[in-house]
């Protein structure tokens, strides 16, 4: 699968600290967001270690050195899925235990990471940073939101009357570090040439329309590097009060070879 990739964190207009990190390696085809919350200092000691125990992680299956896994496998995914998830969990355990320092406690991490297996890409996520993919102009969210608004909405319980609340999205029903285990979403994309996929911290979807996200994912003058900036600004522009993470993915046309090699299924 050929792709472009690119990223950036930025802290926002109002905050002084940047909580969020992320994490590209093209090499082993992993893609991580990790947007941490807590008091002082503890929400990016939170997502640093999220994303550096999931980078870690993969390190080690590119060696093929395979970490037990902590809970019993899910038998309809493969391998690689299921290590996506014990790489989460993992991240978790480390989280919750870190609480046990006092400046550390009430810590915790949202996380939205995405692993390339061959044709597909498999997602998981816990929190609200979001994963969207834009194939022919339709936007659609691949993540799960974990938040009391997107219950409520799920039930049938919540009327937005055209407008988000932030005070009700911002409270999380899943985290990283909140409890002794987690429950992650996971998925899959089967991705086309021409597809976009974006992975946002809600710095992103909190200051910006998804109309506006994309009318600049559309865009054929800019780059992908470009679209990560114009993302970045949008945020910022309208308002700004929070810390901004976006990752890009776009999908290229591969070469004959690579089509051929597909086709046949050969490594």
């Known amino acids: 699968m050929r792709l472009n990739a690119a990223g950036r964190s930025h802290v926002g207009l109002k905050r002084k600290i940047n909580e969020d990190r992320y994490l590209i390696n093209n090499t082993s085809g992993l893609y991580v967001i990790a947007d941490g919350m807590g008091g002082h200092r503890a929400g990016e000691v939170a997502s640093r270690i999220v994303v550096d125990t999931i980078g870690d ?33 993992l991240a978790n355990i480390i989280v919750y235990e870190a609480q046990q320092k006092p400046q550390y406690q009430g810590m915790g991490s949202t996380v939205s990471a995405l692993v390339i297996d061959k044709n597909r890409i498999w997602s998981a996520n816990v929190g609200d940073t979001r994963i969207y993919l834009l194939r022919q102009d339709s936007l659609k969210t691949v ?10 909405k ?77 993302l970045i600004n949008a945020a910022n522009n309208g308002g700004g009060g929070d810390n901004t993470t976006v990752i890009l993915l776009e999908i290229l046309k591969e070469g004959r070879w690579n089509r051929l090699k597909n086709s046949l299924k050969l490594q």
Not at 67 to 86: G, Q, S, T
Not at 143 to 152: L, P, R, T, V
């Open 57 to 89: 992680y993969w390190m080690k299956i590119s060696r093929n050195e395979y970490p037990p896994f902590i809970e019993p496998v899910k038998e309809a995914l493969p391998n690689i899925a299921n290590h996506l998830l014990n790489a989460i969990r």
């Open 143 to 152: 993540s799960e939101e974990h938040s009391i608004e997107a219950e409520q």
């Open 154 to 230: 799920n039930l049938g319980l919540y009327k937005s009357h055209g407008s988000t609340n932030p005070f009700i999205k911002n409270l999380l029903t899943r985290a990283l570090g909140l409890n002794e285990k987690v429950d992650a979403f996971v998925t899959f994309i089967e991705p086309v040439p021409g597809d976009m996929i974006l992975m946002c911290s809600d710095g992103l979807t909190n200051f910006t329309t998804e109309s506006a996200i994309k009318s600049i994912l559309n865009d054929p003058s800019f780059s992908t590097d470009d679209k990560v900036n114009e």
